[in-house]
């Protein structure tokens, strides 16, 4: 079946960048996701991309796809302590209800 | 406002007992998901919903049943055949069709079995 994989832990310096790797394994995903998660809270939407696109960027948001490796990233500019959640990678494919998700990436902002 | 509830936030339940979740929205939303999220494993799909009246297993469906008589509700039932229960449950919900990729979620249910 599909895999999402991530790291599970990430830290940064507030002002720092920070980068969020993602691998899949399903070579028909049609969008790709990123998904925040704050403690103890539901999952919010930051931003997607389409699988023909190679790089979508959103205001301190950039993700970049390369669908030759299956490898998706979430770069954060300027990473602020509010930037410190859980961050989702997810995959749809083979049939538009089915989304697969990572493992999370929590992501540690040090002041 | 426009969005997902779930209610309650948290809930105990002592062993052998069947539990149902609750989860409504007002996003006139045709497709509707109940995930549940384990520490390290990232989020399971449990049940979904295309359409009132008809409904999917997901990947864990075992120990748990839904129901889709309205539009706007999707309530969870985790059953006392759930052999590992504790967890926290996701709702979700999206435009049912294949172009619209949004999936929006509730807040979630944190439920613990005593």
């Known amino acids: 079946g599909e895999d999402v994989e991530q790291s599970l832990f990430l830290s940064v310096r507030e002002g720092d960048s920070s980068v969020i790797n993602c691998t899949y394994t399903?070579?028909?995903?049609?969008?790709l996701y990123w998904y925040k998660q704050e403690p103890g809270a539901g999952l919010q939407l930051l931003t997607y991309i389409f699988s023909n696109m190679d790089m979508k960027q959103d205001q301190r948001l950039t993700v970049l796809l390369n669908k030759k490796d299956k490898h998706l990233s979430l770069r954060i500019a300027d990473t602020q302590t509010g930037d410190s959640a859980i961050y989702f990678c997810a995959e749809r494919g083979g049939g538009y209800q089915k989304v697969t998700f990572g493992t999370g990436t929590k992501l540690q902002v040090i002041p | 406002d426009g969005g997902i509830t779930q209610s309650p936030k948290y809930l105990f339940r002592k062993e052998g007992q069947n539990v149902t979740l609750s989860c409504e929205q007002n996003?006139?939303?045709?497709?509707m998901y109940w995930y549940r999220q384990d520490p390290g494993q990232g989020l399971r799909l449990i049940y979904y919903?295309?359409?009132?009246?008809?409904?999917q297993k997901g990947d864990i469906a075992e120990g748990y049943s839904v129901s889709r008589e309205k539009k706007e509700s999707f309530p969870l039932t985790v059953t006392s055949a759930q052999k590992n229960p504790t967890a926290f449950y996701l709702c979700a919900s999206s435009i049912a069709t294949a172009g619209e990729p949004k999936q929006f979620f509730g807040p979630g249910t944190r439920l613990t079995v005593l």
């Open positions: 996003l006139n939303h045709d497709a």
């Open positions: 919903s295309q359409i009132v009246n008809d409904f």
């Open positions: 399903d070579s028909s995903s049609t969008y």
